[in-house]
């Protein structure tokens, strides 16, 4: 039966977690780019984490950890590429959200795996017994799995850009030690961003901002052309070859021809990610062929070309 330990934790409050990678420097990952490589991690979950790994350590026992944070971002004014020079504060996500996000994370475990769970903040997975090429195909199942959640399906809906980290380690190979092995889990191995439909909001009068209004509308109506996930299609960051059980749902030359992925699938409905999302005429032919309900993401063109480039 999986384990499962939680840590109460503060809702809603800013994300202030330390990195195991950067526990020395004693200080908060307040740089973004800190952000893009380490998974943080509070201090009460460092602190379980290392007390159920002590025994595992002590008999010499092989081990692996996957180790997964969510942060959400502060809503970015004006347009979205203003995030890019705006710095953001981070906080922590609904626990509600964490627990949905668990709730396709456990379908892709044992059930003699142990969950350490914070609050709303993270969790850490320990997969006993389990090496390095075994915790890879483990990792791969649960991103797919958690990949598969939209911000307009969670419930409720998420309002902020939110940003969910994996990392991974094992012990005894690559890592020789516990603290080796919890340095190499802080490193992010796969990132999952669900962008929520965005509106383009004005804090402040245009003209206070010094920009003039017909270039502000012409801004807007290029972010709109250009970024299908504004009109309230999801985005998705695509993994880097199709999944092999959704191989046979989508012939090759059809999805070449529509340029499309199919990245997903619950039941009866296929995740697909397009080119153009918004193409009603591709989605019924994608429907009339898998016979499945599509439903359409939107995700970088140049990753999609490079995945149809390999074929299946």
């Known amino acids: 039966m999986l384990s499962l330990t939680l840590v109460d934790a503060p809702a809603s409050a800013h994300c202030d977690c330390l990195s195991f990678a950067t526990q020395g420097k004693q200080r908060e990952l307040d740089d973004e780019a800190e952000y893009e490589n380490f998974v943080p991690a509070t201090s009460e979950l460092r602190a379980l984490l290392r007390r159920s790994l002590q025994e595992r350590f002590m008999s010499e026992a092989t081990v692996s950890l996957l180790l997964l944070h969510i942060t959400q971002l502060e809503q970015a004014h004006i347009l979205p590429r203003a995030a890019v020079f705006q710095k953001r504060e981070r906080y922590h996500a609904p626990e509600s959200f964490l627990e949905q996000v668990l709730v396709n994370m456990r379908r892709s475990i044992r059930a003699d795996d142990q969950l350490l769970v914070h609050g709303s903040t ?72 669900l962008r929520p439909a ?16 017909a270039t502000f509308v012409d801004e807007v109506n290029k972010e709109l052309k250009h970024q299908p996930q504004l009109k309230g299609i999801p985005f998705m960051h695509l993994p880097s070859r199709v999944p092999s059980r959704l191989k046979h749902l989508l012939p090759y030359e059809l999805a070449r021809e529509l340029r499309c992925a199919p990245v997903g699938r619950d039941h009866n409905r296929l995740t697909v990610a397009m080119a153009d999302p918004t193409d ?32 299946w």
Not at 162 to 174: D, F, L
């Open 122 to 193: 993270g969790a850490a997975l320990l997969l006993p017994d389990v090496d390095r090429v075994g915790a890879e195909r483990i990792l791969e199942r649960v991103y797919h799995s958690i990949n598969l959640l939209q911000p307009e399906t969670v419930i409720p809906p998420l309002k902020r850009e939110t940003e969910i980290v994996i990392g991974i380690g094992s012990y005894p190979h690559p890592s020789h030690s516990l603290e080796a092995l919890l340095a190499q889990a802080s490193i992010v191995a796969r990132r999952i961003i």
């Open 198 to 213: 965005v509106r383009v909001q004005l804090p402040i009068p245009i003209e206070q901002i010094g920009v003039d209004p």
């Open 280 to 311: 009603t005429g591709a989605i019924e032919r994608l429907r009339e062929a898998t016979k499945l309900t599509i439903f359409p993401v939107s995700c970088e063109i140049g990753t999609l070309e490079i995945l149809l480039e390999h074929g």
